[in-house]
């Protein structure tokens, strides 16, 4: 086969149903293996708890004690201003905003403090995201924490990270979160590259951002993670191997390197699409993809998920980010916060004043929810497994139903083996280079192959 051709796989070609599934056979899976490389989390299957039944189910929940691993998320809604690839802005920053958000937050954590949702295994990891976590006040950022450290029942070991940007996260304020008890810092980064920076609207120059990553890897008080992007606009492979290697020369202890996902609503794919700023092309997203994993691979540093390295200083755990997207039980605090109870999915009233009215009121703070989904366990190994690289049949297998999902996949694997996406190894399904670029739209295949079973 020549450079770059396509074939059609055989199963394909007569009409198999699994065909929908299939890649592309090519010499250069990573670039032709499916249509889309931009990137989003594969769907939940679970169907919408109706208006009439929310209030009820969302006080049986409360009233449950847990059984299954645990994290908490709190939601800081507030940002100084919209990041142009961000599809999560809520609300502007005011001065003033942070301290009677933060006394609400407390609030609703008091009148949890009798529920039984706070009984069960404690909590493996609390994160503190948005938004902008860190435009709190280091007043706002102490007593948060604080009331957080009180009043769940997180775990000794428990990983509480704190989210934020370069730009407002002070030395007071670094100070008071590593005081309250933050033992993990994630800042998004994105680029280190001026021009690409000033394109994307950060405000931070370069000079300012590594003398930041500098004190905070200096204080030696927890791991340092930071988010770079890649196919971002005007960025070229020369300034993604420079900001490679300048994770690298800086200490940190962690890195998630992002393909761009082109928003619905966001400021850059309205800017794309008035031809004002052009991303990388999706045949070159592949590119950007193997070079960051070669230069991970060069430094030293190990994959723990298909997207997120750590340092050689061990000190990265990524609890959180793997926890909540296995299946853990996820209590949600503050407005806008998503979370998970036994397996149903819901969301708090994002509205500022609706927020506060019902946590003084003790009134029900989920506006939406969806029921269990049903094989969960199975869709759980499944996506455990694909998002750490390696899917294991034998933990799908023991899922209820897990022998019939296996075998109604079995043909979609075994062609992607073919195609280059996986490898054989010990009984195991290993992602390839090519296979880890793709996880989530193979991820996102396996579950909609699954969906219409019954389980």
């Not at 499916?34 to 594969?42: E, I, K, N, S, V």
């Not at 309205?270 to 070079?291: C, D």
């Not at 691979?297 to 990265?316: C, V």
């Not at 989920?366 to 366990?377: E, K, L, N």
């Amino acid at each position: 086969m020549t450079q770059g051709a396509l074939k059609q796989p055989v199963a394909a070609q007569a009409g198999d149903d699994c065909a929908a599934y299939f890649a592309r056979i090519s010499d250069t899976p990573l670039r032709d293996a499916f249509d889309d490389a931009r990137r989003a989390h594969p769907p939940s299957q679970g169907a919408p708890i109706p208006s009439e039944d929310l209030h009820a189910t969302w006080a049986r929940l409360l009233d449950t004690p847990r059984t299954r691993p645990g994290v908490a998320y709190v939601h800081i809604p507030f940002c100084e201003n919209h990041c142009l690839f961000c599809g999560f802005y809520q609300n502007a920053w005011r001065e003033g905003s942070g301290t009677p958000y933060v006394d609400t937050i407390i609030d609703q954590l008091d009148r949890l403090a009798d529920r039984a949702v706070l009984d069960g295994p404690p909590l493996r990891a609390l994160y503190l995201g948005g938004g902008t976590p860190t435009v709190l006040s280091a007043h706002d950022i102490d007593r948060l924490i604080t009331a957080l450290r009180h009043r769940l029942p997180l775990a000794p070991d428990c990983e509480i990270t704190l989210e934020g940007r370069i730009w407002n996260f002070t030395d007071d304020k670094i100070a008071a979160a590593f005081g309250a008890g933050v033992n993990r810092i994630s800042l998004g980064v994105q680029t280190f590259d001026e021009t690409v920076r000033r394109a994307m609207g950060r405000k931070a120059t370069r000079a300012e951002v590594t003398a930041r990553l500098e004190r905070l890897v200096a204080a030696d008080s927890g791991s340092i993670v930071i988010d770079l992007m890649y196919g971002l606009p005007k960025q070229s492979l020369q300034t993604w191997a420079d900001d490679l290697h300048t994770v690298s020369e800086l200490g940190l202890d962690g890195v998630d390197l992002y393909g761009l996902n082109l928003i619905p609503g966001t400021p850059l794919l309205s800017a794309v699409e008035k031809g004002k700023l052009a991303p990388a092309t999706r045949e070159k997203l592949g590119r950007f993809y193997a070079a960051g994993s070669e230069a991970m691979e060069r430094a030293g540093w190990k994959t723990i998920s298909t997207t997120h390295w750590r340092s050689p200083s061990m000190r990265e755990r990524s609890v959180y980010n793997y926890e909540v997207k296995t299946g853990a039980d996820c209590i949600a605090v503050g407005a806008g916060a998503g979370g998970s109870l036994a397996g149903y999915g819901y969301r708090n009233t994002a509205n500022l004043d609706d927020y506060a009215a019902r946590v003084a009121g003790n009134d029900a703070l989920a506006m939406g929810m969806t029921g269990p989904q049903p094989g969960a366990p199975v869709f759980q190994a499944i996506r455990a497994g694909m998002e750490r690289g390696r899917l294991d049949p034998a933990r799908i297998s023991a899922a209820p139903e897990g022998q019939a999902a296996l075998a109604r996949v079995a043909p979609i694997l075994s062609q992607w083996t073919e195609a280059g996406l996986l490898r054989p190894f010990h009984g195991f399904h290993d992602l390839t280079l090519a296979g880890r670029f793709w996880q989530v739209q193979m991820t996102g295949r396996l579950l909609a192959r699954l969906a219409d079973a019954t389980f």
